[in-house]
């Protein structure tokens, strides 16, 4: 397979990038149709972690950070990087330094079906980070593989330039022609929550205004007692 380092890619618009970071990866993930939401397994580093960005996207080798090292030569501040792997790996691929190197670049945040170390140090920079797991064990750099290409990262496909959104819930991919619409249809679902919780708040039930009464009777459920 051949290897490659795209240095140029249609990033999705800054804008809508802004519109998106207004709201939670739940209220998205609905507003995207309940699609590109990346497997529950991937959680920050740290509760507050947050991230808006465009896709950077790395897929590298198991135990090997090359290619995460050769992406930041190709990022634009306002990116996120999303690696993937080629094989199933908790190995610590990403720490301290290059955390201090994503900053200084001005990279959002990392996204990564793999392990990070130092997660202590990383979280008192405030760097967010979404991975698999906190682990130790050290890498080499030395197999390479490619940057900027389609990828599948944690069970959602991430194409160069879309939308990555975080927070504590996981983390959700908007495709770049679709983010200024879900950002409009994330807009109007938080709209359509606020007047549902003044309602639940005033002592109404679910149960009554989602019209599940008749539902249950639809389902053959009884009341007894």
């Known amino acids: 397979m051949k290897t490659i380092i ?50 950077v996207t790395v897929l590298s080798h198991a135990g090997d950070n090359l290619m995460v090292h050769a992406a930041l030569g190709v990022c634009r501040p306002g990116d996120v990087l999303v690696v993937a792997l080629k094989s199933e790996s908790t190995d610590g691929m990403f720490g301290e330094l290059l955390a201090v190197s994503c900053v200084a670049q001005g990279v959002r945040g990392l996204v990564i079906d793999a392990g990070v170390r130092d997660s202590d140090a990383i979280t008192t920079m405030g760097f967010p980070v979404w991975s698999k797991a906190i682990c130790a064990q050290g890498t080499v750099k030395a197999t ?22 975080g927070d504590r819930d996981g983390v959700v991919i908007v495709p770049r022609h679709a ?10 679902r938080e709209t359509r929550e606020e007047a549902t919780r003044a309602r ?17 009777k639809e389902l053959g459920v009884e009341w007894v007692g």
């Open 179 to 188: 983010a200024v619409e879900v950002g409009r249809l994330a807009g109007a």
């Open 200 to 216: 639940l708040r005033a002592g109404e039930l679910g149960l009554d205004f989602y019209g599940l009464r008749a539902k249950l």
């Open 6 to 55: 795209v240095r140029s890619i249609d990033r999705v618009d800054a804008r809508a990038v802004e519109s998106l970071a207004a709201y939670g990866v739940a209220t998205i993930h609905e507003a995207l149709g309940r699609t590109g939401l990346m497997h529950p397994y991937m959680r920050p580093l740290f509760p507050t972690a947050r991230v808006a960005g465009t896709a």
């Open 144 to 165: 390479p593989g490619s940057v900027n290409v389609p990828i599948l990262c944690a069970g959602a496909l991430v194409e160069p330039g879309d939308a990555v959104v």
